[in-house]
Nanobody, 127 residues
Framework: QVQLVESGGGLVQAGGSLRLSCAAS????????MGWFRQGPGKEREFVAA????????RYADSVKGRFTISRDNDKNTLDLQMDSLKPEDTAVYYC????????????????????WGQGTQVTVSS
């Protein structure tokens, strides 16, 4: 089992930047593909970005492509999401998620495909 704790959320003006981090503990972090999801008010949880277990594969939702960057440090057991050019519609609770895998490049984009979740961190973008 792996435990995930997000940090870095906050209030930012439109056009600004935030960097979210997810600290993982428990089993070997590098054996897990990771993802970021978000859930806005009254909305379902949606995919934001994903990265393969060694970081060689990434995928982004169209809505964040070119603005967000996902990365991981397997030595430090951390997952990051750099968010630039933030928009009010990016306002949501952001969650990191983990899925155990042995596939080097594969990423997953559906919430049900992930095994472990953090508690979330709030990101609010004001206009």
């Amino acid at each position: 089992q792996v435990q995930l704790v997000e940090s870095g959320g906050g209030l930012v003006q439109a056009g600004g930047s935030l960097r979210l981090s997810c600290a993982a503990s428990g089993r070997t972090f590098s054996s897990y593909a990771m993802g970021w999801f978000r859930q806005g008010p009254g909305k379902e949880r949606e995919f934001v970005a994903a990265i393969s277990w060694r970081g060689r594969g990434t995928r982004y939702a169209d809505s964040v492509k070119g603005r967000f960057t996902i990365s991981r440090d397997n030595d430090k057991n951390t997952l990051d999401l750099q968010m630039d050019s933030l928009k009010p519609e990016d306002t949501a609770v952001y969650y990191c998620a983990a899925r155990r895998t042995g596939q080097l490049f594969r990423v997953w984009v559906l919430p049900l495909e992930y095994d472990y979740w953090g508690q979330g961190t709030q990101v609010t973008v004001s206009s």
